[in-house]
């Protein structure tokens, strides 16, 4: 009931779809430079693997410009402060509402594709090295990564009970794990 991850193996399947929607289908997918089949099937993997569980969290969609302006109000020590707070406990309601216990590969997956994919935090890539970490490359200056760096600290304390460390560079953080 969490993810759901591709096997490998498609089937055909026949659907029934208004003409402006598959005409706007159609401007997207030439767009996009790939197939209608191709967009519709990211389209529902993105419902099944993300926004299904969005509209039954109570989640708010919030426009960058606005979240910029609570920036601005908000001090570093209050951001970190929430960040810690809402870190170690909101992922674990999501994940605890969808059926799925809170892994290493799970908290990848949260870092990877919902926080730096889907929600769009950050971009985000993750390296194996001697002592794998995320790079996460910010966009919302320096008071957003001092949220962002409590907050996965605390979603590591809290679900994995693991200490990580953190190094900023300029605005942007490496996660070690």
């Known amino acids: 009931m969490g993810f759901v991850e591709r ?13 402006a929607l598959d005409a706007e289908l159609n401007k997207e997918a030439e ?19 993300h926004h299904r569980w969005i509209y039954r969290s109570n989640a708010l969609t919030i426009l960058i410009p606005t979240l910029k302006e609570f920036l601005e109000h908000l001090d570093s020590d209050t951001l970190a402060e929430i960040g810690d707070s809402v870190g170690g406990i909101v992922p674990r309601q999501g994940y605890l509402m969808r059926g799925v216990s809170i892994d290493e590969d799970v908290a990848k997956a949260h870092i990877l594709g919902i926080l730096g994919g889907y929600d769009n935090w950050f971009t985000v890539n993750y390296y ?28 590591y304390r809290e679900n994995l009970s693991k200490e990580i460390e953190c190094v900023r560079v300029g605005d942007n953080l490496q996660v070690l794990l």
Do not use: C, M
Request: aromatic letters at 14%.
């Open 128 to 155: 194996k090295q001697t002592r794998p970490y995320f790079f996460i490359r910010n966009h919302l200056g320096e008071k957003w990564i001092t949220f962002v760096e409590a907050y996965i600290k605390a979603f």
């Open 7 to 19: 096997i490998g193996e498609s089937i055909t399947r026949s659907i029934r779809l208004d003409k």
């Open 31 to 49: 767009r996009l430079n790939i197939s209608v089949s191709g967009l519709t099937e990211h389209i529902v993997e993105n419902y099944l693997n």
